[in-house]
């Protein structure tokens, strides 16, 4: 599933394109909202909430959006060619001068702008929230603590502590604080964590690449995520993978043993 700064990019771009546009065509391909019609209506603004997408209309609507595993957004000149198959198109959003196109979008709602917090008022603070304050900090550093003998990888996780936070950033995350996923959250400082998931956000908001190292390169982004093969990107030792979380909650999780003290799973 996307990272918080991934749709928040998703977001950001699209507002860049639609925002003010008067929509001409309007067509969703989704059971739910096939009979919507938005002609006339001009888009007033796009808006992130964690993992979550609200594109605003003039009449006081908002199309909600999530892009799950294999979703997305595409932003062309009217008439452009699309980048994935027609068959695999959720939404259509024409414009004077720019279209917009949801790709595999499993998630689609209307509803009215000011009924979001609907959809979204459970979560807990969103990490790129533009607004953020010290009160988001201890809120999210209360929520995280409240569970204390929970394992700190599981908690990065739940959105109701804070938003925006996928596998990459869990993993990432635990390898900065020098400690393994499986810590209980009792053993790290919640306002560190909370502090430190906001800047690695913040750090890959506006761009495609996603650095937790501060390099670009290819093979040089992460410390540990995906680098089974290659090793731990500060000390050279094996890099470990574990699924943490049951069942469909479970994801595989990167570690390096030596920087990375603390409980773990057996071999």
Same mark, same amino acid.
């Given at each position: 599933? $996307?990272?918080?700064? !991934?749709?928040?990019?998703?977001?950001?771009?699209?507002?860049?394109?639609?925002?003010?546009?008067?929509?001409?065509?309007?067509?969703?391909? @989704?059971?739910?909202?096939? !009979?919507?019609?938005?002609?006339?209506?001009?888009v007033?603004?796009?808006?992130?909430?964690?993992?979550?997408?609200?594109?605003?209309?003039?009449?006081g609507?908002s199309? @909600?959006?999530?892009?799950?595993?294999?979703?997305?957004?595409?932003?062309?000149?009217?008439?452009?060619?699309? #980048?994935?198959?027609? @068959?695999?198109?959720?939404?259509?959003?024409?414009?004077?001068?720019?279209?917009?196109?949801?790709?595999?979008?499993?998630?689609?709602?209307?509803?009215?702008?000011?009924?979001?917090?609907?959809?979204?008022?459970?979560?807990?603070?969103?990490?790129?929230?533009?607004?953020?304050?010290?009160?988001?900090?201890?809120?999210?550093?209360?929520?995280?603590a409240?569970?204390?003998?929970?394992?700190?990888?599981?908690?990065?996780?739940?959105?109701?502590?804070m938003a925006?936070?996928?596998?990459?950033?869990?993993?990432?995350?635990?390898?900065?604080?020098?400690?393994?996923p499986?810590?209980?959250?009792?053993?790290?400082?919640p306002?560190?964590?909370?502090?430190?998931?906001?800047?690695?956000?913040?750090?890959?908001?506006?761009?495609?690449?996603?650095?937790?190292? /501060?390099?670009?390169?290819?093979?040089?982004?992460?410390?540990?995520?995906?680098? /089974?093969?290659?090793?731990?990107? #500060?000390?050279?030792?094996?890099?470990?993978?574990?699924?943490?979380?049951?069942?469909?909650?479970?994801? $595989? !999780?990167?570690?390096?043993?030596?920087?990375?003290?603390?409980?773990?799973?057996?071999?």
């Amino acid at each position: 599933m $996307p990272e918080g700064d !991934t749709v928040f990019l998703a977001g950001r771009t699209l507002e860049r394109a639609m925002a003010g546009q008067r929509l001409y065509r309007t067509e969703f391909r @989704h059971p739910a909202l096939a !009979t919507a019609d938005l002609r006339g209506q001009r888009v007033s603004e796009v808006r992130t909430v964690g993992k979550h997408i609200f594109t605003r209309f003039s009449a006081g609507l908002s199309l @909600h959006s999530h892009l799950r595993m294999d979703g997305s957004w595409q932003v062309l000149r009217p008439g452009g060619r699309w #980048r994935a198959p027609a @068959h695999h198109a959720r939404v259509i959003l024409a414009g004077d001068t720019a279209e917009a196109v949801g790709f595999r979008l499993h998630d689609l709602e209307l509803l009215p702008t000011e009924a979001e917090s609907r959809l979204v008022g459970h979560l807990g603070p969103d990490l790129l929230d533009p607004q953020w304050t010290s009160e988001h900090v201890r809120t999210a550093a209360g929520a995280l603590a409240a569970a204390p003998e929970r394992e700190l990888g599981l908690a990065l996780l739940d959105q109701r502590i804070m938003a925006g936070i996928g596998n990459l950033y869990k993993v990432e995350i635990c390898f900065l604080l020098g400690v393994s996923p499986w810590t209980p959250v009792s053993d790290v400082d919640p306002e560190r964590v909370v502090s430190l998931a906001r800047k690695l956000l913040l750090a890959n908001a506006w761009r495609h690449e996603q650095s937790t190292t /501060g390099e670009l390169a290819r093979g040089r982004r992460n410390w540990v995520y995906e680098r /089974g093969r290659h090793g731990c990107f #500060r000390c050279g030792g094996r890099v470990r993978i574990a699924t943490q979380g049951a069942g469909v909650h479970g994801r $595989p !999780t990167w570690f390096c043993p030596r920087c990375q003290p603390g409980p773990c799973p057996d071999r």
